[in-house]
């Protein structure tokens, strides 16, 4: 039997022993079982359905950087306890968490920045790590080539107070600078942006691109719901939804992002 056609049977019958234990997963979406190395080789998205996995920030360079063209910068910023925040009795302080949250995504803080080609073009990529703190945005977070950055956030630490939700004045300031320096940015939201990162640099970029089925959106359904007393249309902070109603511009596949941004970048930066 082949590999595709052995792929095709597990989808099928769903059994876990028609495969050696660790070469399958089950896709989140469609629920079948699929080959684990098709899933990676096919950059996190299930072959079946197309569902998008969500990636690590350094995952989400690998995928749109030129190879060996990515330079990291700030890699030695890393957030602070400003306000001594811990929770009851326990005594379980946010500098606790934020350590926890160093080990589980091997980064200093929800965001890696750097130096890189996209399809030979120079650019500034910065990436969200959803494992870090929700790839929320904290108090930590000049070159006139092109910006694009890869989101993925539940919003503003609360740990930190107006600490942090400051940091959506001070980029969206840092984006209105690079408009008047006619420096281009591009955003590329994924599964799921939310909150004060949505609410800031993530809805303000020249062009809005975003991967398929994302989460978009600032407050949830259930807020808003009973804060208007309305009841809210289906999907409606899909990006699908956002995509009907003008919020963004472009719905864009995995294997499709590089090969885009490589274009908009020389439309954006003639030489």
């Not at 080539?145 to 107070?161: D, F």
């Given at each position: 039997m082949s590999f595709l056609s052995r792929r095709r049977f597990v989808s099928v019958i769903g059994r876990k022993s028609a495969v050696p234990d660790g070469l399958w997963m089950k896709c989140p979406a469609c629920k079948k079982a699929v080959y684990r190395a098709e899933v990676e080789q096919n950059l996190s998205v299930c072959p079946l359905c197309g569902h998008h996995s969500r990636l690590s920030a350094r995952q989400r360079i690998e995928t749109i950087a030129d190879p060996g063209t990515f330079a990291e910068t700030h890699a030695d910023v890393e957030s602070d306890d400003p306000l001594g925040?811990?929770?009851?009795?326990?005594?379980?302080?946010?500098?606790?968490?934020?350590?926890?949250?160093?080990?589980?995504?091997?980064?200093?803080?929800?965001?890696?920045?750097g130096f890189a080609a996209v399809e030979g073009s120079r650019t500034v990529l910065a990436a969200m790590d959803f494992t870090f703190r929700g790839g929320s945005m904290g108090s930590a977070v000049r070159e006139r080539v092109p910006l694009i950055t890869l989101t993925s956030s539940g919003g503003a630490r609360m740990e930190e107070g107006i600490l942090s939700l400051m940091q959506m004045a001070k980029t969206a300031d840092a984006v209105l600078e690079m408009n008047e320096a006619g420096v281009p940015y591009i955003v590329v939201l994924t599964d799921p942006t939310t909150g004060g990162v949505y609410a800031s640099f993530a809805s303000l970029g020249d062009i809005t691109l975003a991967e398929p089925n994302a989460h978009i959106g600032f407050a949830g359904p259930r807020l808003i719901e009973g804060a208007l007393k309305v009841k809210l249309p289906e999907g409606f902070q899909s990006a699908e939804y956002q995509f009907a109603n003008g919020f963004i511009d472009q719905i864009v596949k995995r294997s499709e992002l590089r090969p885009l941004l490589g274009k908009l970048l020389r439309y954006l930066t003639p030489q």
């Amino acid at each position: 039997m082949s590999f595709l056609s052995r792929r095709r049977f597990v989808s099928v019958i769903g059994r876990k022993s028609a495969v050696p234990d660790g070469l399958w997963m089950k896709c989140p979406a469609c629920k079948k079982a699929v080959y684990r190395a098709e899933v990676e080789q096919n950059l996190s998205v299930c072959p079946l359905c197309g569902h998008h996995s969500r990636l690590s920030a350094r995952q989400r360079i690998e995928t749109i950087a030129d190879p060996g063209t990515f330079a990291e910068t700030h890699a030695d910023v890393e957030s602070d306890d400003p306000l001594g925040f811990s929770i009851g009795e326990v005594n379980y302080s946010y500098r606790d968490k934020v350590v926890q949250a160093k080990q589980k995504s091997l980064m200093n803080e929800a965001m890696v920045t750097g130096f890189a080609a996209v399809e030979g073009s120079r650019t500034v990529l910065a990436a969200m790590d959803f494992t870090f703190r929700g790839g929320s945005m904290g108090s930590a977070v000049r070159e006139r080539v092109p910006l694009i950055t890869l989101t993925s956030s539940g919003g503003a630490r609360m740990e930190e107070g107006i600490l942090s939700l400051m940091q959506m004045a001070k980029t969206a300031d840092a984006v209105l600078e690079m408009n008047e320096a006619g420096v281009p940015y591009i955003v590329v939201l994924t599964d799921p942006t939310t909150g004060g990162v949505y609410a800031s640099f993530a809805s303000l970029g020249d062009i809005t691109l975003a991967e398929p089925n994302a989460h978009i959106g600032f407050a949830g359904p259930r807020l808003i719901e009973g804060a208007l007393k309305v009841k809210l249309p289906e999907g409606f902070q899909s990006a699908e939804y956002q995509f009907a109603n003008g919020f963004i511009d472009q719905i864009v596949k995995r294997s499709e992002l590089r090969p885009l941004l490589g274009k908009l970048l020389r439309y954006l930066t003639p030489q």
